[in-house]
């Protein structure tokens, strides 16, 4: 049973328009997401990530809205570069000092010139 | 060197080899993991250690064996593998204890196919 899931496999946007990218979660009991991208033949990097007590982080041109009564979570580019384009994963950390992450199947995006 | 390394980055062998994925990382995190990620489905937490002990196996077959000789060192040893354990295998490190939300820190991974 997925407990952090992302629904849409792919996204195409266009140079200069805002992404956004969307996550779902079922279980309440995550106090942390986070968001990471992942380049072909890459790691994944982390990019930016938010407490389950706020409901909005901003760095630069990302930002991420979570919203806890809907149990939803979506990052934001904006302007959106080409080389923006990678695979985004979402992840959410379990209260409790664990130290496991739950990842999403993540979304391919493509950020056209 | 920097960050997390893996090697080697491509894998092939054959259902009765015995082989082993070598993950090192420079970043003086206390805590190892091992994922597998395979084609259209999430990252998937394999093995977990903690200040060189295991924390967590998730349910992961024998034919997997994590070894951890330090902090900085871990391998995960193969053999009598199966065609389906074709993946990319990531290593992972984080501080624990520090952030709360654990940020992991991934090597370039490990694209492993069985034959």
């Known amino acids: 049973d997925q407990q952090v899931k992302q629904n849409s496999p792919s996204l195409s946007v266009q140079e200069g328009r805002i992404s956004i990218l969307n996550c779902d979660y079922t279980?309440?009991?995550?106090?942390?997401f986070l968001w990471y991208k992942k380049y072909p033949a890459e790691g994944p990097t982390f990019l930016i990530s938010?407490?389950?007590?706020?409901d909005k982080n901003e760095d630069g041109r990302f930002t991420v809205f979570l919203n806890k009564s809907a149990k939803h979570l979506s990052l934001h580019i904006v302007p959106s570069q080409p080389g923006d384009s990678a695979v985004y994963f979402c992840?959410?950390?379990?209260?409790?000092?664990?130290?496991?992450?739950?990842f999403g199947k993540g979304t391919k995006l493509t950020v056209n010139p | 060197e920097t960050g997390v390394t893996q090697t080697p980055r491509h894998l092939v062998m054959g259902m009765t080899n015995k082989k082993s994925l070598k993950c090192e990382q420079h970043?003086?995190?206390?805590?190892m993991y091992w994922y597998k990620q395979s084609a259209k489905k999430p990252l998937e937490l394999m093995f977990v250690?903690?200040?060189?002990?295991?924390?967590e196996n998730n349910s992961v077959p024998s034919r997997f064996s994590p070894e951890c000789p330090n902090s900085s060192h871990l391998f995960l040893h193969l053999h009598t593998l199966q065609p389906e354990d074709s993946a990319l295998y990531l290593c992972?490190?984080?501080?624990?204890?520090?952030?709360?939300?654990?940020?992991?820190?991934f090597g370039p991974g490990t694209r492993l196919t069985v034959l």
């Open positions: 970043l003086g995190h206390n805590a």
């Open positions: 992840a959410a950390h379990p209260q409790g000092g664990s130290e496991k992450l739950v």
């Open positions: 938010i407490s389950s007590i706020k």
């Open positions: 992972a490190s984080s501080l624990v204890g520090v952030s709360s939300y654990n940020e992991q820190f």
């Open positions: 279980n309440s009991m995550f106090d942390y």
């Open positions: 250690y903690n200040f060189k002990e295991q924390t």
